[in-house]
């Protein structure tokens, strides 16, 4: 079992920055890619950025890329999300989840972009940008 907590949201300004912490126990994940993704209460979760296991490989959704940057540290256990440029419309729970397989699994594929290719996901973090 997993365990995955995030931490760093809060309510910022338009064009403001905010860095997510999503630290994960009962697991080394060093193996797994890692995901951040974000709901608005009514809506679908909706993708933002995977991680591969070993930090060198990431992918964005068009709606965040060129502002947001995925990195991990996996001899912590950690993953973080730097968030820049915050628009209004950035404003969800922001969700971590560590992938279904493991980088030696035959279903690991990249990106991994849907819910389903992820196995285990924290309670979220809350972020908030005001016009």
């Known amino acids: 079992q997993v365990q995955l907590e995030e931490s760093g949201g809060g309510l910022v300004q338009a064009g403001g920055s905010l860095r997510l912490t999503c630290a994960a126990s009962?697991?080394?994940?060093?193996?797994?890619?890692m995901g951040w993704f974000r709901q608005v209460p009514g809506k679908e979760r909706e993708f933002v950025a995977p991680?591969?296991?070993?930090?060198?490989?990431?992918y964005y959704a068009d709606s965040v890329k060129g502002r947001f940057t995925i990195s991990r540290d996996n001899l912590k256990n950690t993953v973080y999300l730097q968030m820049n440029s915050l628009k209004p419309e950035d404003t969800a729970i922001y969700y971590c989840a560590v992938g279904r397989y493991s980088r030696y699994g035959v279903g690991y594929s990249w990106p991994p972009q849907r819910r389903s290719e992820y196995e285990y996901w924290g309670q979220g973090t809350q972020v908030t940008v005001s016009s």
């Open positions: 009962g697991r080394t994940i060093g193996s797994y890619a």
């Open positions: 991680n591969s296991w070993s930090g060198t490989s990431t």
